[in-house]
């Protein structure tokens, strides 16, 4: 994608969030998701690790049918990539997964995920927020820096609706009320963000 065009489609999500404290707050992940979950529906999670987080949604809502894609064989997967994926699903989870690719390889996922959605079908996805210092550097394996703006941007350039975007901030009860109250004024004086990711729903239209 040419620059222009996606400092086009940055400035549409600029409009909606002017600054990264418009972003509301979520605290926890999974009631998150579940709130765009309807019982009965299809699930890929990409990068699912040991997939536990298909267990705990099953809690919830037992006749999800969950899948998992991940490239690691660490862990048993209905899939190690995306080409071998032939089927639609109503939702696709990726957390903390995006920013290990270049922006190419992003473009093709979010583009090959709009592919295997179906019509209505969400995407949720994370990523670290690079407005709090030291959080995309965590890990050598990272290869693309996405601020929330550029990240909502790409997501628009490959047909999605943008739903809504968030900050994820899952500390202790205690902790999260001190830097979310107390000290929330010093951390926008400073212009500089705690939390540490970027929360993304999008939706095929």
Same mark, same amino acid.
Not at 144 to 170: D, K, M, P, W
């Given at each position: 994608?040419?620059?222009? !065009? ?38 890929? @999670? ?12 099953? !809690? ?32 696709? +989870? ?55 703006? !550029? ?9 999605? @609706? ?19 109250? +107390? ?15 970027? +929360? ?6």
């Amino acid at each position: 994608m040419k620059w222009g !065009e996606q400092f086009q489609w940055r400035e549409k999500v600029h409009r909606r969030y002017h600054k990264v404290w418009d972003l509301k707050i979520i605290r926890k992940r999974l009631p998150f998701i579940l709130r765009y979950l309807k019982d009965g529906e299809t699930v890929l @999670e990409i990068g699912a690790y040991n997939r536990e987080l298909g267990a705990r949604i099953k !809690e919830y809502y037992p006749h999800i049918l969950y899948k998992s894609m991940d490239i690691d064989p660490t862990y048993s997967h209905d899939y190690s990539s995306l080409e071998e994926i032939r089927e639609k699903f109503d939702m696709v +989870l990726l957390f903390e997964v995006i920013e290990h690719l270049d922006l190419d390889e992003g473009m093709e996922m979010i583009a090959k995920i709009y592919q295997i959605l179906n019509r209505g079908g969400r995407v949720i996805l994370s990523t670290p927020n690079t407005c709090t210092p030291g959080e995309y550097w965590k890990s050598v394996s990272h290869h693309t820096a996405y601020h929330y703006e !550029e990240l909502g941007g790409v997501l628009l350039s490959q047909q999605f @609706e943008l739903v809504e975007i968030c900050r994820l901030f899952n500390a202790p009860f205690l902790q999260f009320l001190i830097k979310t109250f +107390l000290l929330l004024p010093i951390f926008r004086f400073l212009g500089i963000d705690f939390t540490k990711s970027i +929360l993304v729903v999008a939706r095929k239209g």
